[in-house]
């Protein structure tokens, strides 16, 4: 039976060191910020940001919450991204998105200082995320994934490794951080051959593919570690992940549970982003 990479025993960990260093902060008299900017009601941003306010509470950082009308104008919206930028009480920012249709999504989370990008959507923060330097921040799924395996000696060196997905969030940022932790990385698509055979000869696979059912029998082998990033829900209405994770238990050497796992460390990134971003700003 596989070993089950449970998202709790990284976030308990983690928790434990971001306190540390918030209160660091509270001693040099700066309150680690995060500003929480929403657009309207949308049932699952509403949940998210609950979940962000939680972790904000747990791990010593304070919230700011620019909560707009739907139907505000771009213009206004990018006038209140230029104050945050502005407000030095503010070291990180989160942007629900879909923005509504009236705005265009490029033009605003471009408008957003790299620095304060503490869920990496920014262009620059992409970029320094290719460029390995520390621009900005990585988007926070795909530093999840990172943080896991980290987490629980999972060595990366010299391991062949296949992502499943192509995205700006996860596919393409994490399989740039795992090059940048010295493994050997394909990354799959939609368009790739053959993908069983590819993925069954890997030492590692991160599923992320956003669909149910993608990561069967025949992709598995004796000694990998999968990490199962999607969300989805079957017919029965219960959330899965991209892997049959009944089969995958049976075969792998270690997998993350869908609930349970990558999603449940997301929300953590972000706040040690914000942490970050305040050490940062206040060397």
Do not use: W
Not at 14 to 34: F, M
Not at 60 to 84: A, H, N, P, R
Not at 205 to 210: L, N, Q, S, V
């Amino acid at each position: 039976m596989a070993k089950i990479l449970t998202g709790k025993e990284v976030i308990d960990s983690l928790n434990e060191e971001l306190r540390e260093r918030s209160k660091a902060l509270e001693e040099g008299g700066v309150t680690p910020t995060l500003g929480i900017v929403r657009l309207g009601e949308r049932p699952d941003d509403m949940a998210y940001e609950r979940g962000a306010l939680k972790r904000a509470e747990n791990t010593g950082v304070s919230v700011q919450q620019f909560v707009f009308d739907q139907d505000m104008t771009q213009d206004e919206l990018l006038d209140e991204i230029d104050k945050i930028n502005n407000d030095d009480s503010i070291h990180g920012v989160l942007m629900f998105r879909p923005l509504p249709p009236q705005i265009d999504d490029e033009t605003v989370r471009n408008a957003l200082a790299p620095e304060k990008d503490v869920d990496g959507i920014t262009d620059m923060s992409m970029a320094g995320v290719y460029a390995g330097s520390d621009t900005g921040f990585p988007p926070c799924t795909a530093e999840a994934c990172i943080q896991i395996l980290d987490y629980y000696d999972v060595d990366l060196k010299g391991k062949n490794v296949a992502v499943i997905g192509r995205s700006q969030v996860i596919g393409k940022p994490v399989a740039m951080m795992l090059i940048g932790k010295n493994a050997t990385v394909t990354v799959c698509h939609t368009k790739t051959e053959d993908m069983a055979d590819i993925c069954h000869n890997k030492d590692i696979i991160i599923a992320a593919a956003g669909h149910q059912g993608t990561v069967t029998e025949d992709f598995l082998s004796p000694d990998q570690t999968v990490i199962d990033v999607a969300i989805n829900f079957d017919d029965d209405g219960n959330m899965c992940g991209d892997v049959d994770f009944p089969a995958a238990e049976n075969i792998v050497d270690a997998i993350t549970p869908v609930p349970g796992g990558v999603g449940t460390v997301t929300t953590s990134m972000l706040m040690k982003h914000v942490i970050e971003a305040a050490e940062k700003a206040n060397k």
